[in-house]
């Protein structure tokens, strides 16, 4: 009872503390690490010791996993080179530059344990990292390299680590480590390739979205333990299954399974990552109580533990920049038209926090090992140094170098975009069945208007006459509205007992993923901003060779004017300069000019905005 009053206590300080840094707009892994620390010190509270059994199967294969199943293996295919570099390379560099350091501080200490201290502080933290990055709106390919870093270093700085324990207790030769690093990497990709093709054969016979959600659950501890067992990484086998299974889940699942999957992820990601850092500060206690034993003295010690700080902070940013021609492409970025500069290798180089694995990595180290604490000791104070103070600081840095976050206007453009692309697929599939069979029931009609009205919806996001209402801001409200009032009826019929249990739970299912859509796209719509950048329109001769004219002072629709009709929002051709009004206008009269004069190119005349439509290939500009 004792231990479960305990867990449950540490589960609603984590859901609080997290609720309340939330509310307060604040970084909830640092809050956490902080009422850790402080509830290490509270009479009563039980003393946590952080077992590496614990963290290595029971929380890292669950975060690693719901890391990577959720990774663009696209984006990280595309910038394997600067993830290899700081997930490979930057560890090993770490680790006898740490070692150096601390050997500098405490020449007592054989190059063994210096090294297993260079190895444990040298992994940054995937929750840190991802957690803080995408909090602040990092850009998106530096959170895609620090996430892809932060999945794979476990691996080098864990082979690393049993390559300087097996050092302590003796000699370990050169080619020994090479060969336990191939087996570590080249097994950990089998198993995880293994795995990925048994969890894709049974995902082509399950159809059931609970079974496929249950077989989801398995696969992190499956593959990492099945790596392990043959003394292969475990890490690299969770990785490479997750960000497989997550490339090919479109084709694989159902989308009931998909989003059952997601969710279910995201809530395991959600309370364990936060959990985690709790979990650090809960440590503090005891660790500081066995450096008063050591014989080299508190003031030695915590020389050693600065100095390693120090270290771990000014040798990741000595690499990145170092590095930088080979972590960052040159020219311009192929989707932004943005160059990356020294200010995002600066970012990458501080963004270096360190978390459990750290933590858990110095715990494996033999309990009998000689000036063990210093190791642990260190390792605390590198967590929660790298926490506190890179990661408090981060978003003060990047605000201060004025790195631009992804921007809503243009995340809503690219969404438009893609689903008329999506849309013009689906048509033309459309065509070729209504060929084959007749539609006597104008089957085909409805279709194309829902189709419609879905592409209206993500135009209108980005904008429409100040001031007022688009159709899908007030559809949106209407709806809602009709939406409750259905639940309400449901919920009164349910009362009276005379409808089935099941049929009522899936009608307020059908009626709760309705809302859940009219909800995310009212959230959408809500963090766009009023201004927008220029994007090019790659691949697109009209777009390239049209130039972008000035709109007129006097903007209206002439023809809506004649007709008595009312726009919603107004484009201009760039190749007469007639304003038409867009497609989510009654008429339409600007895709009307262009099916009359055959001009490829409109543009936008809407306050803030500047960006283009090729009719003729569906590229935005």
């Known amino acids: 009872m004792e231990i479960a009053i305990f867990l449950v206590a540490i589960a609603v300080t984590v859901l609080a503390f997290t609720a309340v840094s939330e509310r307060y707009d604040l970084p909830a892994p640092l809050v956490l690490v902080v009422v850790g620390v402080g509830a290490a010190y509270v009479p009563g509270v039980p003393v946590v010791h952080l077992e590496p059994e614990v963290v290595l199967l029971g929380l890292l294969p669950p975060l690693l996993y719901s890391a990577a199943v959720t990774t663009s293996l696209v984006d990280f295919n595309a910038n394997r080179r600067p993830i290899l570099l700081l997930s490979v390379g930057l560890v090993a ?7 150096a350091v601390v050997r500098l501080v405490i020449p007592e200490i054989g190059w063994p344990l210096a090294l297993a201290i260079g190895a444990v502080v040298a992994p940054p ?3 840190a990292a991802t957690a803080i990055g995408r909090r602040i709106g990092l850009p998106r390919r530096i959170v895609t390299i620090l996430e892809g870093e932060s999945l794979l270093n476990d691996a080098s700085a864990l082979v690393a680590l049993r390559t300087a324990v097996a050092a302590i207790s003796g000699t370990v030769a050169a080619w020994e480590v090479g060969s336990d690093f191939a087996l570590a990497a ?19 016979k399950v159809t059931d979205p609970l079974l496929d959600t249950a077989i989801s659950l398995v696969i992190p501890f499956a593959a990492y333990l099945l790596a392990e067992e043959i003394h292969a990484s475990g890490v690299v086998a969770v990785v490479v299954a997750g ?12 989308a009931q399974s998909r989003i059952a999957e997601r969710i279910n992820w995201r809530t395991i990601a959600y309370v364990l990552e936060n959990t985690v850092f709790l979990l650090i ?4 206690d005891w660790l500081f109580g066995e450096v008063g034993e050591s014989e080299f003295g508190v003031a030695t010690v915590a020389t050693a533990c600065v100095a390693a700080l120090v270290a771990v902070v000014l040798l990741r940013l000595v690499w990145v920049f170092a590095a930088k021609a080979l972590l960052l492409r040159s020219g311009p970025d192929p989707v932004t038209g943005e160059v990356a500069s020294w200010r995002y290798s600066f970012l990458i180089g501080w963004a270096g926090m360190r978390g459990v694995v750290t933590l858990a990595a110095a715990f494996t180290v033999p309990a009998d090992t000689e000036h063990r604490e210093i190791l642990l000791i260190i390792a605390f104070t590198v967590v929660a140094g790298t926490l506190l103070g890179q990661g408090m600081t981060l978003p003060w840095m990047a605000r201060r170098l004025r790195v631009p976050s992804p921007d809503p206007h243009d995340d809503a453009l690219a969404r438009a975009t893609l689903l008329q692309q999506a849309a013009k697929a689906g048509l033309h599939r459309l065509d070729e069945l209504a060929a084959e069979c007749d539609d006597p029931h104008q089957v085909r009609s409805l279709i194309v208007q829902r189709i419609e009205q879905r592409n209206f919806a993500a135009w209108e996001r980005l904008g429409t006459t100040a001031g007022e209402e688009s159709p899908s801001d007030l559809y949106s409200r209407w709806r809602g509205d009709m939406i409750g009032a259905e639940r309400r009826r449901v919920l009164e019929i349910r009362s009276t007992g005379s ?27 809500a963090d766009l901003r009023s201004t927008s950048r220029v994007q090019r329109g790659d691949g697109c001769e009209h777009l390239a060779g049209t130039p972008l004219l000035d709109p007129p002072d006097e903007l209206v629709c002439t023809a809506c004017l004649a007709e008595g009709t009312r726009w919603v929002a107004l484009r201009m051709c760039l190749s007469c300069g007639e304003i038409g009004c867009c497609d989510s206008s009654p008429s339409r009269h600007a895709t009307a000019h262009f099916r009359e004069s055959q001009h490829p190119v409109m543009r936008s005349v809407e306050p803030d905005e500047d960006w283009r439509w090729c009719y003729v290939h569906h590229q935005t500009g």
């Open 125 to 127: 933290d995937a929750v």
């Open 93 to 99: 560099f770490t680790t006898v530059g740490v070692a």
């Open 281 to 284: 500060g809960l440590q503090a």
């Open 186 to 204: 080249g097994g950990g990709v089998a198993v995880g390739l293994l795995t990925f093709v048994v969890v894709g054969f049974l995902r082509k």
């Open 499 to 525: 409808v089935p249990s099941e049929i009522v739970s899936e009608v307020l299912a059908m009626l709760d993923v309705e809302e859940s859509m009219l909800d995310a796209a009212d959230a959408a719509r």
């Open 243 to 254: 960000l497989a299974l997550g490339h090919v889940a479109p084709v694989l699942q159902s």
